[in-house]
């Protein structure tokens, strides 16, 4: 089986982009979170913490980075054909 360094393998990249996106989040303003099953009065509680939370930047952008990163090493692992090396 062939080998490869560290930075040119997906599965490696989608993790670290993913844990970037992480740790955006964590950084981040509280954000509201959805009970499941939930029933119309939490839809519309959680519609006005969102008004109230004014389009946080960095919770938005750091749930699309952990999304595509976990996306990229979902692939990567698939696609896989050698190791990869220190």
Sequence with gaps: M?????YQSKTIWGILI???GYFMSTIGVDYPSLPENAD????KAYAEAIKA???NW????GQVFA?????VSIIGR?????????
Excluded: D, P, Y
């Design 53 to 55: 939370a004014q389009g």
């Design 18 to 20: 993913a844990a970037l």
């Design 67 to 71: 999304g595509v990163g976990t996306v």
């Design 2 to 6: 062939e080998s490869k360094k560290w």
């Design 58 to 61: 960095s919770t938005i952008i």
């Design 78 to 86: 698939f696609q896989a054909e050698a190791k990869v090396t220190a």
């Design 40 to 43: 119309f009065e939490q839809l």
